[in-house]
């Protein structure tokens, strides 16, 4: 089972949906939780961290469950410059600072 | 500009010839590490450091050697390059911890995409 597990997708949606992604993680022990934004060919970019309480930043809202292991990604009024792929990221803070991650899922937005 | 910055952007070499990556970052970060990125395997860690003089091993660690001499710097080398190491590398920096389960994230430089013929 992979550390952290994304549905790849390709989620095709019309400009202006609301779209959801979701991960899940393995390690009840992971600490901090982001999403990054990675377009083609591109570095990632961190996009927002994850908090336990939630967080929101604009169109985007990202939620956690730590007893579930699991983490949300909302994306409001979708653009079609939020076509990327969406990468779930985990950190152990005690291995180091290394991240994990997972494999992505990619969106479409058509107009 | 706050920026890790990568160098070259794009090699093409052949099998055995040593060769370095560069990876330098200015924003005083402490941790520093470099990942690698292949087709349905997403991006996996090679090595990271957590301060000067501090390394160590990732995910995906043979075939490859890393330096962390000066903070700024974290140059990746392939002694023996072989073809199973064709990949898009990005190397990456962040903060030091801010607090108990809190992270500042990671900024990436901008990519090698390295062939190896």
Same mark, same amino acid.
């Given at each position: &089972?992979?550390?952290?597990?994304?549905?790849?997708?390709?989620?095709?949606?019309?400009?202006?949906?609301?779209?959801?992604?979701?991960?899940?993680?393995?390690?009840?022990? /992971?600490?901090?939780?982001?999403?990054?934004?990675?377009?083609?060919? #591109?570095?990632?970019? !961190?996009?927002?961290?994850?908090?336990?309480?939630?967080?929101?930043?604009?169109?985007?809202? =990202?939620?956690?469950?730590?007893?579930?292991?699991?983490?949300?990604?909302?994306?409001?009024?979708?653009?079609?410059?939020?076509? =990327?792929?969406?990468?779930?990221?985990? !950190?152990?803070?005690?291995?180091?600072?290394?991240?994990?991650? +997972?494999? +992505?899922?990619?969106?479409?937005?058509?107009? | 500009?706050?920026?890790?910055?990568?160098?070259? &952007?794009?090699?093409?070499?052949?099998?055995?010839?040593?060769?370095?990556?560069?990876?330098?970052?200015?924003?005083?970060?402490?941790?520093?590490?470099?990942? &690698?990125?292949?087709? +349905?395997?997403?991006?996996?860690?090679?090595?990271?450091?957590?301060?000067?003089?501090?390394?160590? #091993?990732?995910?995906?660690?043979? +075939?490859?050697?890393?330096?962390?001499?000066? #903070?700024?710097?974290?140059?990746?080398?392939?002694?023996?390059? /072989?073809?199973?190491?064709?990949?898009?590398?990005?190397?990456? /920096?962040?903060?030091?911890?801010?607090? &108990?389960?809190?992270?500042?994230?990671?900024?990436?430089?901008?990519?090698?995409?390295?062939?190896?013929?």
């Amino acid at each position: &089972r992979k550390e952290v597990e994304q549905d790849p997708g390709p989620f095709n949606v019309p400009e202006g949906a609301t779209v959801a992604f979701n991960c899940t993680y393995s390690n009840s022990a /992971s600490q901090s939780f982001f999403w990054y934004r990675q377009d083609c060919r #591109k570095e990632p970019k !961190l996009l927002m961290s994850v908090y336990s309480s939630g967080n929101e930043d604009g169109r985007f809202t =990202a939620q956690l469950n730590r007893a579930s292991q699991y983490i949300s990604l909302l994306i409001r009024d979708s653009k079609l410059s939020d076509s =990327a792929t969406y990468l779930c990221v985990v !950190l152990l803070n005690n291995a180091g600072n290394m991240l994990t991650f +997972g494999g +992505g899922t990619r969106l479409m937005v058509k107009p | 500009e706050a920026q890790v910055t990568q160098n070259p &952007r794009y090699l093409i070499t052949v099998t055995g010839k040593k060769l370095t990556v560069t990876c330098s970052q200015n924003m005083n970060h402490e941790y520093m590490s470099w990942y &690698r990125q292949d087709p +349905g395997l997403g991006l996996r860690q090679i090595y990271y450091s957590m301060n000067v003089e501090v390394t160590d #091993k990732g995910d995906v660690p043979e +075939g490859y050697k890393v330096s962390r001499k000066e #903070k700024r710097n974290f140059p990746l080398i392939l002694e023996s390059p /072989s073809p199973n190491q064709t990949s898009l590398y990005f190397c990456a /920096s962040s903060l030091s911890r801010g607090g &108990r389960g809190r992270n500042y994230g990671y900024t990436f430089g901008s990519g090698t995409r390295l062939t190896v013929v």
